[in-house]
């Protein structure tokens, strides 16, 4: 059984920084990808960040140069470090893991709330 466990979510005014950490647990060898994506109130959920085995990353257009996305793939764990925040990046943020491409982990997301 794998485990996706978020954590690092939390109240920040806008300007201010926030780690996200997600962490895989279980009988697994390797991810194709890990990453977050982020649920608005109202809105679907979208792609934030992302980065592949092969150490290829891609980021919604709206975070690049605030948000960093890292890994350590060793231990199947993928940071988020979001700096710069402001009240639209509100949203529940969830870890992503793809085994393949019919196997995907989430985790049950982490609440990031920026304040005006």
């Known amino acids: 059984q794998v485990r996706v466990v978020e954590s690092g979510g939390g109240l920040v005014q806008a300007g201010g920084s926030l780690r996200l950490s997600c962490a895989a647990s279980?009988?697994?060898?390797?991810?194709?990808?890990m990453g977050w994506y982020r649920q608005a109130p109202g809105k679907e959920r979208e792609l934030v960040a992302r980065i592949t085995a092969g150490a290829n990353v891609d980021y919604l257009e709206s975070v690049k140069g605030r948000f960093t996305i890292s890994t350590n793939k060793a231990r199947n764990m993928v940071n988020l470090q979001m700096n710069g925040l402001k009240p639209e990046d509100t949203g529940v943020y969830y870890c992503?893991?793809?085994?393949?491409?019919?196997?995907?982990?989430w985790g049950q997301g982490t609440q990031v709330t920026v304040s005006s």
């Open positions: 992503n893991a793809v085994l393949r491409a019919d196997i995907v982990y």
């Open positions: 279980g009988k697994i060898l390797s991810f194709v990808s």
